[in-house]
């Protein structure tokens, strides 16, 4: 399981002469160390929990307890929907009589999120009741009065002529985009999909050219189908990084094994620079500092639906590695798995998800940055979401309460101290800003981004990646997916 | 304060030939009698609460003891902003000294809600942290880590020009319409109106056409500003209505005052026809089965912005006045006051707001409708929400639970009993569904409606005011607030 602790540094040899890999290892930088993660802590009204129980057992030499987790997941219990393997074949053969349901490639990724239970207490796609709680609470009430928080609606699509074809059945199959059998949907509840109201609650605008609403909605079924769930086997995807792929339950354990008394989440969609990496390892500093013992960094990047003009899972997973490999990050206390999630885009509404889904994955603490789960507003000129608002927004969720929120200020190229920085607006003029769109014009270039930006290692995967587009850019991209 | 209390029944002799209005009295239906409510209640995971124990203190013949309320105030506290009579003046002239900021008529509205408590424990225009909040989970907060409900953003808008005039000062003037001193806004904070993402949010739709939105967003401000209201004295219409505007601590003063065991609210923004008689005395009847010993009616028309095509206030409160007048509602069971609120059509979330600015007015039961706050869609040919989103929400709804809520099936007009009944769908072909619509033509023609439909003066009440607007139609209708 424990994937990146056995990656080690290598191959220094042939580095682009540019980089100077020994920065890379001074992070962080004193002059964001001293106050910078408190003071960016106004935001929450709450400050993390100074929980030091677990490891204060008197014995330094004696190593705590192992625990089956640090945080409980929602509702309780980890939902594992997968079932046995002595049930499955007859099951199959029950799936065999059923209406089938046709999943697209991001159903399927849904699915997979359902049954290993990143959405605990989910147990299927949602049924009305789970629908609309979603859509105007971000949460939803449980049995026993308490609340969890559920910010997207997890829902399936279905067509006019499939809904005709379910009848009055109360269960159906579900078949993915190969043809195969993935599970059987029970006790079914078929209620209308009102776009509008879905893509104008979840993301506070119906401005055409949202990548999710384009790929997932807008060519959806006018019906939403929800009912619990039962998987047939564990989704896999055999595109080779299916090792990457912990399932909640997994990572539950892998923390257990490494003696973890603090999980703090990095979730992200992009490649790891230096500024990322000054944050992280700056929060498990901080960590320390506040009496745990050994926090673990889940580096936890997402693997379902992304946009078109974001950098391919497998690019994204090499240049992960690299970032271990050299020393950036530190494999001792990292690891690095896929969350399989598609991308909403959604900002403030879908940063609640990504904390959500770490909750039940065992993270205690959560790293959140600017404009979490933004992007530019698809037809004006300026940012969708305020890049304020998802820390703010995050902090107030209900149902996240459990899960201590750590936001963090904007990292930027420092042109004085040549290295990532968190950015000061006092000298405002010493930073520079290296978007996603200048980083592809460096690498497409052939041009290198400053010293000290990212790891050389790292980098040159992401060289070889726009160059492999650029031959590609005469026809359109395929999705990254 | 009781201002219903004391009409009676008078001038039956020239009513309307083609009506009975004996028929109006033999309210409640008995097929809808059994079982309609508790059926209903389906939706709801809260059933209403059976707390007789206000009623049962052993001695019949003795009156309960008087209560200040039946239900407490969100926050535990009535909010109430109007300034002493003997601070007035001292703030009056601190007032004439800071920058000043312009209120429209609905802006006027909000303060008149804000001031008397309907949004406790809201204390002002919301800041940005509450508006968040509203935005993205209808509810708020509180300090102690409890919820109270909170689902529309009250919002104050500002210009750029009076943002700049602002400049650094810490509080504000408010300006009515008529330019003079409302009250003082102090601790300000400003900040971005997104209204593309606050329509979208709030209304679950941006199409064009949303009266709320074209009247009091489209060309407002692109800042809010938000901050601790004072209200230098008691904002008054002097429009011949303001003694039904009862605040709500008048209101709970009332309900003591007639011994309410129960209070039972009706929000309507419309003429009270006979289905809503039918509901409102049946409600009261399935009360008195529960237990309560003296329910009263809680008849609170909506009395701030509505749109145009909506009929007028002041001749929707001489329609309601008729209606206890010839007894179809009782006037010692109900109470007719203004609720001073401007309507925003935003169904499913707004119902939220109209139910909890009556558990402030000390309401503990509400009464919810076929389509609450809904309204065609402005550019498609359909209801902009489904129909029974609004009671499922509100049943769902954070920050709702004190309150019992009774949703009702659609009343329409039975054409083999000649009365408003409960719809059954098993013989839809016995029931006529008369819109406003439908309503409006049969005053324009002339026509009467069919036999039962609504009392003899209510009715004539409503051809008066159509035959008043014909006159009008060449010229475009004014608004109705």
Redesign the interface.
């Known amino acids: 399981m424990s994937l990146t602790i056995k990656l080690h540094v290598h191959h220094r040899a042939n580095l682009p002469t540019a980089f100077n890999p020994t920065k890379t290892k001074s992070l962080p930088s004193p002059i964001y160390h001293a106050n910078a993660l408190l003071s960016s802590l106004v935001y929450s009204?709450r400050r993390p929990r100074m929980t030091t129980s677990s490891v204060s057992n008197g014995a330094a030499d004696r190593p705590p307890p192992v625990k089956s987790s640090l945080i409980d997941p929602d509702g309780g219990a980890l939902v594992d929907l997968v079932v046995s393997e002595s049930d499955a074949e007859a099951k199959g053969r029950e799936a065999e009589s059923l209406p089938r349901v046709p999943l697209t490639r991001i159903d399927l990724e849904w699915v997979h999120v359902i049954s290993e239970g990143w959405a605990s207490p989910l147990k299927g796609f949602m049924r009305?009741?789970e629908y609309?709680?979603s859509l105007?609470?971000?949460?939803l009430?449980l049995n026993d009065g308490s609340?969890v928080n559920m910010s997207l609606p997890i829902v399936l699509a279905i067509h006019d002529e499939i809904k005709q074809a379910i009848g009055s059945s109360e269960k159906v199959t579900l078949v993915g985009p190969d043809g195969g059998v993935v599970g059987i949907l029970r006790s079914i509840e078929i209620y209308?999909h009102?776009k509008?109201?879905r893509i104008?609650?979840t993301?506070?605008?119906?401005?055409p050219g949202l990548p999710y609403v384009e790929e997932a909605i807008t060519h959806a079924g006018n019906w939403l189908i929800g009912g619990d769930l039962e998987v047939l086997k564990p989704i896999k995807y055999n595109d080779g990084l299916d090792h990457y792929r912990l399932s909640p339950k997994q990572l539950r354990q892998e923390f257990d094994k490494r003696q973890a008394d603090a999980v703090f989440a990095f979730q992200l969609r992009n490649p790891v620079h230096n500024g990322h990496a000054l944050l992280m390892n700056d929060t498990r500093k901080r960590l320390l500092e506040m009496g745990y013992k050994n926090p673990i960094l889940l580096l936890h990047p997402l693997g379902g639906f992304v946009k078109a003009d974001d950098v391919l899972l497998d690019v994204r997973m090499e240049q992960h590695s690299k970032v271990l490999e050299e020393g950036v990050l530190d494999p001792k206390t990292t690891i690095v798995a896929i969350f399989p999630s598609p991308m909403h885009y959604a900002g403030?509404?879908e940063v609640q998800w990504h904390a959500k889904a770490r909750i039940n994955a065992g993270a205690n603490f959560y790293i959140v940055g600017r404009d979490p789960a933004g992007m530019g507003h698809p037809t004006e000129k300026r940012d969708l979401?305020?890049p304020d608002?998802g820390k703010?927004?995050l902090s107030?969720?209900?149902g996240l309460e459990k899960l201590n929120i750590l936001p963090f200020r904007v990292a930027a190229y420092d042109t004085v101290a040549k290295k990532m920085a968190f950015f000061e607006p006092s000298r405002a003029q010493d930073f520079l800003f290296i978007s996603g769109t200048k980083m592809r014009n460096y690498a497409k270039s052939g041009e290198n981004p400053p010293d000290g930006f990212m790891c050389p290692g790292g980098w040159k995967v992401l060289v070889q990646y726009y160059a492999s587009l650029q031959g590609e850019e005469t026809q359109s991209p395929a999705l990254s997916a």
């Open positions: 009204p009305e009741n609309l709680q105007h609470f971000n949460c009430r609340i209308k009102n509008e109201e104008a609650r993301w506070g605008t119906t401005a403030p509404t979401y305020d608002h703010k927004v107030m969720a209900p």
